[in-house]
């Protein structure tokens, strides 16, 4: 589990790195004396001003002082300064030969430190080596396929990984998930041992390093942890999920009114027209990204950010858009207010239920991106006129909420206003 957990969250880091990294160097007009026709990117000198703080390229080599916290996104990077604040790198190979006065937060396929990182290494890449020469002052958290460690963590080493090979000192506790764990004859270790694996550690004669505490993990353990997430994990989700769609309906319903009125006319009369700006959006997107990137490179990030946060969207919106189709069903069995409720909770439920199913999933998904996003751009692309005039032709059935409350304030009243008057009339009689 462990390894799971800290694999998913460095490789998410390294993703973040990488977006961060590279929109911070796109912007920065600073760095390009620094660049050669190629790409390549060569930092010399004695001290690199504070506003030089990002740098993105091919193979980047930094050999200087820099006095803040420092970015780097490229193919190859090799980091021969010091650094005199925390250091984020994401590339191919990642190569530390300086000194890191900060924390180190790097992901890549192939990490080598040779130098000093005075605080923590966070560390999510497939080979790892900690070479003799290294030391990590404080801790080390690392997710990887293979970690060979020879020099120094000055405090605790804490692992999920394949296989890790522990040559140098740990001058603190060791926690690993991994494969194997292989301690070899030189190596020092301070603290216990806590070793979650299906074999056991090897620990050679000339080691100092106390018991390790194994807990084995059976291939039976192994299986029943890749069936999936827990019952209550499960409900948790269906809950969260949920709730956000009720947020959008809510919003959509009630503070959105032009909105909420387009929806209905979209969803009874221009469903096939916003299907097929979905499934081309759907089938676009990569070209536009790469175009976006191509003009400019800020614009590229902007536009991503804003293609994740319509992904986002799309499942809620389009469980709007279908319940607008089923609460036709209910018009003529509760008010319109509880109808809708009702039919987004159904559609919903079903949107969500489905979610879980194998192959299901994967279809419903892509339909609901299809629909939220289709409906979101025809939304933006034809809210005009013609819409409006569609909405003025059926305002029987295209009532807003707030009138509807109205309405059945009115008619309450006016019952309430009709019992009155019978039991004077009833009064007076007697």
Known sequence: MLKRMSMSFFMMMMVLLLTVSTAFGATNSDIRPYEDSAGNVNIEGATVPNTEFAFAGSNITANSVFDTTTFFAGNAITLDGEYNGDVFAAAN???????????????????????????????????????????????????????????????????????????????GFVETDVDQLTINNGATIVGPINNRSANEAVVAPGANAPEVSWEKVSKEQAVEADKGPSVGSILLSIITKLAFILVIWVLITFMTKEFNANTSVIAKKHILASLGIGAGFFF??????????????????????????????????????????????????MKPLLSSFVSILIIAAAAIILGYIP??????????????????????????????????????????????????????IIEASTETIRQDGEDTLK
């Open 359 to 412: 192959f299901i999933n994967f279809v419903v998904y892509l339909f609901l991106y299809v629909v939220g996003v289709g409906f979101i751009c025809y939304n933006v692309l034809f809210a005009n006129k013609k819409l409006k005039d569609e909405r003025n032709d059926n305002d029987g059935e295209l009532l807003m909420i707030d009138e509807i409350i109205e309405m059945e304030e009115g008619t309450a």
């Open 284 to 333: 676009i997107t990569p070209l536009l990204l790469i175009v976006s990137f191509i003009i400019y490179a800020p614009f590229g990030v902007a536009m991503t950010f804003g293609i994740i946060a319509l992904t986002i969207l799309a499942m809620p919106v389009a469980a709007v858009v279908l319940s607008k189709l089923l609460t036709r069903f209910f018009d003529d069995k």
């Open 93 to 171: 190979t990642v190569t530390v030969n300086g000194k890191i006065n900060g924390n180190l937060y790097t992901g890549a396929n192939q990490v080598i430190i040779n130098g000093e990182v005075t605080r923590d290494l966070f560390a999510g890449c497939s080979d790892l080596t900690i070479s003799k020469s290294a030391t990590i002052n404080r801790d080390a958290y690392l997710a990887a396929a293979n970690v060979n460690i020879d020099g120094i963590v000055g405090r605790n080493l804490r692992a999920g990984a394949g296989n890790v090979l522990i040559n140098g000192t740990i001058n």
